[in-house]
């Protein structure tokens, strides 16, 4: 008897091992790669589209190479992702490497940046054999040792071994098997160590590379011997050559170890004849790194609904919004001719980053869009410099009146992710604006200055009956309205969050920092209460007290106002918003919103 023949694993039903290490995996393998690229000097932007783009081509090959044959056509012709969940990480590494010769020189990277992802992807690989392990995926073959693992009923091992007539009718758990994800952590963790301890080896670039993968491939050559092939996603069919039987996945293996090992020695041979040049960090071009993201968020739109999960769409989307927050923030605070296409080359971004692709584990839930457009106006009252400063003096500080107008269109997706709750709802959309400020002199007389207005908020909210939580990002040049400065400079980032507390039905307290539901010119920061009067959305009313964001004003000045805002449903589908603000001699506001609801779908 095992040792664990009475202590069984515990039972993966009801729990989610595998995605909560498979999310954390991927979390530790980024911060320890983001740390690599500080270390070595990476641009931000730039290090963040690659990994970007190594983790998308990842996660997609994973499941690529597990898709079974019989799946490929009804992929092909139909655009039906199998239902399948299993995943290779052979197939990632494949990706990964496409990518990296792809990219490469086109973001201005030397061979060292594969040497970069060598450690971190060791980190990560251990981190998710931990939720291999307990969810019993991966399994090995049936054992008598000692340290052989027992998986409980309704677990993968259990059902396979049910399935091949190995079990006893009511066994309450699984035959013990070899711990080969267990295995496999090992020879992770013991790569990840060989690489620590030869770092300071002056190894020429991309060696480091050759040697990790080289390591992984013979060690999981080697595993598969005491792996079930029942739990073997890819090349599972034994092949017999000359007399000697291994899985058709092991003979592709040995040549491929064969060939990683005499690249690695080939590298460091030609190292000691011709030293290799150290490495130097990429120059960072924003227009290159949005070309990217835009290229991988337009080929994600080709993949078939649900081809990738929440957690799989979370991760890759994190690391994008990151780029493009930084890139557009570049390329609009440069403001340079010959960076002009950044602006829609980020507005196509920003777009496709919130639309191009839905959860496969959303994809049965109720659903629908709608389309806004709006305009509006205001003015409002502050203290700054009459220009840009420039040289080393100083320019003086002055009152100024800005009277602005603005339009906006936007675009969101909303959904219930519960169908027995109808007040949780979710709302991912983008806002697209644009408009003019004026700016009047109120000390002397001089011409007044007209600046133009653009802004892109991709934005979110999240609804429940008794709270709701959401924000986004504006960027670009949305107003002169920045928080305890008097520079002449427009604000080009800008944060907004809402908070709700209360159901919305009956009385709910709602505060609001930066919103930007009245356009460009001067996002207010709220105070009110609400009520849809029990109407279920057919018609609302908030009321309160709205503000400037803490910009510097004259002596005198009231840089605050009552609010009124409305909503009304005309018709099934269409909505109109209203809003103006009272009793604000500096601090004025106007805004109406039209809103239509595409029908709901499944």
Known sequence: MTLFATLPMPSPAGHSYYTTCYTLAFGVQLALLLRAGYRRGYPLQTWLVLLAATTLAFIVSTKLLAVPAEAWPELLYHGTWPATTARSVLGGGLGFGLVILVLRRWLGFSWHVADAFAGPFCAGLVVQCVGCVLTGC???????????????????????QQQQGLLAAGATHSLAVHPTQLYTLLLCAGVGLVLWLTRHRPWPAGSRALLQAGLLVLGRLVIEFWRDPAGEPVGAAVVTV?????????????????????????????????????????????????????????????????ALTL????????????????????????????QRIGLPLAAAAVVLLFTNQVPADSTGKRQHWSFSVGGGKGQFTREQQPYAQEGCGSPPIRPFRHEYKSLSVDATST???????????????????????????????????????????????????????????????????????????????????????GPRDYVYLQADVNTPNQG???????????????SGGRYGLLAGVATGTGYPTPGGTRNRAFFIESSLQV????????????GGREFRQLHLQVRYELPHRR
């Open 242 to 306: 000359g007399g000697f039987s291994m899985l058709a996945l092991q003979w592709v293996l040995l040549p491929y170890a064969i060939l990683l090992f005499g690249a690695w020695g080939l590298l460091l041979y030609r190292a000691r004849l011709a030293p290799s040049a150290s490495e130097e960090a990429p120059a960072n071009r924003p227009v290159r790194n949005l070309l990217v993201v835009v290229g991988l968020l337009a080929g994600t739109t080709l993949l078939p609904v649900g």
């Open 138 to 160: 991966c399994f090995g073959a049936p054992t008598d040792g000692s340290w052989g693992l027992t998986y409980a009923a309704d677990s993968i091992p259990y059902l396979f």
């Open 520 to 534: 460009l010119g001067n996002p207010a920061t709220r105070l009110a209460l609400g009520s849809r009067f029990k």
């Open 415 to 501: 959904w219930h992710p519960d169908p027995n709750r109808p007040e949780a709802e979710n709302e991912l959309g983008v806002r697209l604006l644009v408009g003019r400020d004026q700016q009047v002199a109120l000390d002397v007389s001089e011409p007044v200055k007209s600046t133009t207005l653009i802004g892109i908020d991709p934005h979110i909210m999240l609804n429940r009956r008794f709270i709701g939580l959401g924000g986004g990002i504006m960027l670009g040049p949305i107003g002169y309205n920045r928080m305890r400065e008097n520079t002449y400079n427009a604000n080009v980032f800008a944060p907004h969050l809402t908070v709700r507390l």
């Open 311 to 338: 957690p799989e769409l979370l991760v890759v989307k994190t690391v994008l919004l990151a780029v493009v927050v930084l890139a557009t923030a570049t390329v609009l605070r440069e403001a340079m001719a010959t």
């Open 571 to 582: 018709s099934q589908r269409l909505q109109v918003l209203p809003y103006l603000t009272l």
